[in-house]
């Protein structure tokens, strides 16, 4: 498949790290030292926080190299970690990285991994300062550790929120989660016919979310211009649900979520029709939108209602043990984290 | 082989979550929020560095789990970390996780490294604020990323040395090599004779240099006692022979090592000759014993010649090309990198 291909072994590990961290260079004035000594040197900002977030990625588990283009997934693992940093409002500023591979992978593939990373880089105005490349028996696993900075006063945990607070997030959810099953059923048709060509035109929104997701850094700065300080926040990974009752379960409240007011894209929708879902179940459990979600007190409805970034998806109670999404028709129903393992078996 | 087995499939990963992080607790006052959010938030020391480094560590590459127990392959992913921040000259303060195993692990088998790993942090005073555990398709890989403090006027980096300085060593060298000779053999024995009880008495010295060996915060203590500052550190995982060229290439100067200066414990000597394996290589090149090396100027040379934890193993010269190794018997030959592969070739 590659227009050309280089062995690792032909350039060794040494070699190789010199390709990759070939022209990489820092430009946060925190950034003291980045790659090439045993640790990078960081002079963060006096008087702030350091917050601090890892994740890791593995072949057959969070991707599939058959339809992930290396480069979007370079691109998407340090997202998904910047996207952590964004849940505490916190500014991302450095990131490290560690790759294992097996020799399947050719110089070439590790250098667009690497360039989706460095575009992300570019992209957030964050640091690639460290690395560590190793061989892997098999596939493909990345690991990514984020830091950011933070003023101890503006820090959002996932505990915070009060009964009465509003539940609001930020963009479209579902859309990740739709362009997951489009790329499957790609896989699936390649596979029974080799030769036929996938169907992917008109679905650029939805494989865009999935194959490469933005951190929502811009809401933590429109928070920041709006002077509005979420009592909690956290990144939608593991979609709504789940996030809103980690809210609540860490707040110690109820949460009471609004099927109608749930954001979804119209594309999103119409292909979960087409794909005989549900597109509330995609919203809620599909997980991997990146999106922000948090709380405000109920006097800065004002100031949220009518932007255009955000929505207002429900709000906290007082009841703990109060979990409920109120359907379109007005019933009530259990509030459920399915994640995708639920989700999988209802579709 | 576990006493008891608890499939993961049965407590989920929320579950095996809180089994791991359960009583964790975090003791450094810079650790503002351990695990739990999206982030660990961190108070560090105003007007000093962070140093951050990242390792991955690869079953079937950087381990075997026919002979490395879990615990000790635990507080081993933790120590490596460690001993790069030392290297900085710097006191490790928290570390974050990453974990990727496929379901052939058990619940317990999952406590066993998490226990090794918490030991570490124990050990060593440093917190374990955050961490992320996910499946893989095959085997098990561990990713550390490991933080700490220095003041900026006592950062070691591997440039810096300056030609006439002192090259020093703490410890003792070749002795992790000798123990995985030792392993090896022993899984080849078995393997020929399943019944065969290992002969690992006597070992024991060798054996623990490389399942568990340690980081050197003693000596970045000691240092700092001694108000003696290394112009250049670095800390041995590939070998003294490729980490001081290292030194010298980053600091622009050539490098002169004696062989018989070379620290070498009597048990690591012995069991090299019975190996019929060169215990010079193997302390220059067997790599792994996380022993620092550093350079200091002349004039602190009382400070270090009878010093028990340090040896002068040789110096540098201002003839960037020079590289060489002074045998026993007065011969100069050429001082080289080989690495594990090239050891490897020759035993």
């Given at each position: 498949?590659?227009?050309?291909?280089?062995?690792?072994?032909?350039?060794?590990?040494?070699?190789?790290?010199?390709?990759?961290?070939?022209?990489?260079?820092?430009?946060?004035?925190?950034?003291?030292?980045?790659?090439?000594?045993?640790?990078?040197?960081?002079?963060?900002?006096?008087?702030?926080?350091?917050?601090?977030?890892?994740?890791?990625?593995?072949?057959?588990?969070?991707?599939?190299?058959?339809?992930?283009?290396l480069k979007?997934l370079g691109?998407?693992?340090?997202?998904?970690?910047?996207?952590?940093?964004?849940?505490?409002?916190?500014?991302?500023?450095?990131?490290?990285?560690?790759?294992?591979?097996?020799?399947?992978?050719?110089?070439?593939a590790v250098k667009a991994l690497y360039d989706g990373m460095?575009?992300?880089?570019?992209?957030?105005?964050?640091?690639?300062?460290?690395?560590?490349?190793?061989?892997?028996?098999?596939?493909?696993?990345?690991?990514?550790?984020?830091?950011?900075?933070?003023?101890?006063?503006?820090?959002?945990?996932?505990?915070?929120?009060?009964?009465?607070?509003?539940?609001?997030?930020?963009?479209?959810?579902?859309?990740?989660?739709?362009?997951?099953?489009?790329?499957?059923?790609?896989?699936?048709?390649?596979?029974?016919?080799?030769?036929?060509?996938?169907?992917?035109?008109?679905?650029?929104?939805?494989?865009?979310?999935?194959?490469?997701?933005?951190?929502?850094?811009?809401?933590?700065?429109?928070?920041?211009?709006?002077?509005?300080?979420?009592?909690?926040?956290?990144?939608?990974?593991?979609?709504?649900?789940?996030?809103?009752?980690?809210?609540?379960?860490?707040?110690?409240?109820?949460?009471?979520?609004?099927?109608?007011?749930?954001?979804?894209?119209?594309?999103?929708?119409?292909?979960?029709?087409?794909?005989?879902?549900?597109?509330?179940?995609?919203?809620?459990?599909?997980?991997?939108?990146?999106?922000?979600?948090?709380?405000?007190?109920?006097?800065?409805?004002?100031?949220?209602?009518?932007?255009?970034?955000?929505?207002?998806?429900?709000?906290?109670?007082?009841?703990?043990?109060?979990?409920?999404?109120?359907?379109?028709?007005?019933?009530?129903?259990?509030?459920?984290?399915?994640?995708?393992?639920?989700?999988?078996?209802?579709?």
């Open positions: 498949m590659d227009a050309e291909r280089t062995e690792i072994g032909t350039i060794g590990e040494f070699g190789l790290i010199a390709e990759i961290t070939k022209g990489l260079e820092t430009t946060r004035e925190e950034t003291i030292l980045g790659v090439g000594d045993d640790a990078a040197i960081l002079n963060l900002k006096q008087g702030h926080h350091t917050v601090l977030s890892t994740d890791m990625l593995c072949e057959g588990i969070h991707f599939d190299l058959s339809y992930s283009p979007h691109y998407k693992a340090i997202v998904v970690n910047l996207s952590d940093i964004c849940a505490m409002n916190a500014t991302p500023t450095q990131v490290v990285v560690g790759l294992a591979l097996s020799n399947r992978f050719s110089v070439e460095r575009l992300a880089c570019t992209r957030y105005g964050v640091d690639l300062v460290g690395g560590d490349t190793t061989s892997s028996k098999s596939g493909l696993a990345l690991s990514v550790t984020a830091v950011g900075q933070v003023h101890p006063d503006k820090v959002t945990r996932r505990g915070g929120a009060k009964a009465g607070d509003l539940l609001v997030v930020s963009g479209e959810l579902g859309g990740a989660y739709m362009g997951l099953q489009i790329l499957e059923r790609e896989k699936l048709v390649f596979k029974e016919a080799p030769g036929a060509q996938p169907e992917l035109d008109g679905h650029e929104e939805l494989l865009e979310r999935q194959l490469k997701p933005e951190a929502r850094l811009d809401v933590v700065e429109e928070l920041a211009k709006l002077e509005l300080l979420p009592s909690a926040m956290i990144d939608i990974s593991d979609g709504l649900a789940s996030e809103a009752l980690h809210i609540g379960a860490q707040s110690e409240c109820g949460v009471r979520l609004y099927e109608e007011k749930i954001p979804m894209a119209e594309k999103m929708y119409d292909t979960a029709r087409e794909f005989n879902l549900d597109p509330t179940m995609c919203a809620l459990s599909g997980g991997e939108d990146y999106e922000l979600l948090f709380t405000v007190p109920q006097d800065r409805f004002e100031d949220i209602r009518n932007h255009p970034m955000f929505s207002i998806v429900g709000h906290l109670t007082e009841d703990q043990d109060d979990r409920t999404l109120i359907t379109r028709n007005g019933m009530e129903t259990e509030l459920k984290a399915q994640g995708w393992d639920g989700l999988a078996e209802d579709s």
